[in-house]
């Protein structure tokens, strides 16, 4: 399936993928301002059931992995650099394992290479707070504008499904060759604790630890978050 698609700049492909619940539109907003002026073609897609990507949301990032692929044939793109966070992440960071090829390098925020302890708790955590969010008239008003066509109530509860996250595939990272980066933010310890582990299960990858930022770090700390990943993709782009 093809992905709606929102580009701006011209350059070095440079795929950013938006958080669960969100958009192309919605997320990296200063990243794609940043980077589309400094010689980048940003690509900013919405996964399937997000924004005008509308889809099946079953075997989610398996389907996630062929969008994002045929999309990228779709625009004659052969090579990129790609970024993600939270759901974007994985869908970024599996995108990698499977087409190390188109891969230029990598970057992901908020993802876990092995399930966390707390995990059930978290998950129920996590549909406490989209109850909260489904009586909430000003944001459910919001999402139904942005997501349009897609049911994005059924995709967010998707999210807390018994095997939604794959972890089997997010801590296979062994054989990654290709340059990568985990960027985190130092409020979220659980996450910066899984930054680590990605370090010790492959040394080559990189980790950033941003300041006075959690979950959503490119959002909570934009400039340090742009800058961190700015000078990671010159780091490839002059070898």
């Known amino acids: 399936m093809i992905l709606h698609t929102n580009i701006t ?5 440079l795929v950013l993928i938006h958080s669960g619940g969100m958009t192309g539109l919605t997320e990296y907003q200063e990243q794609s301002e940043y980077f589309s002026a400094r010689n980048f073609k940003v690509i900013r897609p919405d996964l399937r059931g997000h924004g005008k990507s509308v889809g099946e949301i079953d075997n989610y990032f398996s389907r996630c992995v062929k969008d994002l692929n045929d999309t990228l044939e779709f625009l004659n793109i052969e090579q990129c650099h790609i970024a993600g966070v939270s759901i974007g992440g994985v869908a970024a960071l599996l995108f990698a394992k499977v087409y190390p090829n188109k891969v230029k390098s ?6 876990f290479p092995v399930e966390p302890d707390n995990w059930t708790e978290l998950s129920r955590e996590e549909a406490a707070s989209y109850e909260q969010l ?12 942005i997501h349009g066509e897609n049911d994005w109530k059924l995709l967010l509860q998707s999210f807390n499904g018994e095997d939604f996250y794959p972890f089997d595939k997010t ?3 062994s054989d990654i060759k290709i340059p990568t980066l985990c960027i985190v933010g130092e409020k979220q310890e659980i996450e910066v604790s899984a930054a680590i582990t990605y370090k010790q299960l492959n040394d080559n990858i990189n980790i950033s630890v941003i300041p006075f930022s959690g979950h959503l770090v490119h959002r909570e700390q934009p400039d340090l978050y742009t800058k961190t990943l700015h000078t990671f993709l010159n ?3 002059s070898l």
């Open 134 to 145: 489904f009586n909430n008239e000003e944001a459910v008003s919001f999402l139904n504008e």
């Open 235 to 237: 780091n490839i782009i």
């Open 171 to 173: 801590g296979d990272v």
């Open 9 to 13: 700049g011209e350059g070095e492909p």
């Open 106 to 111: 990598l970057s992901f925020s908020g993802i």
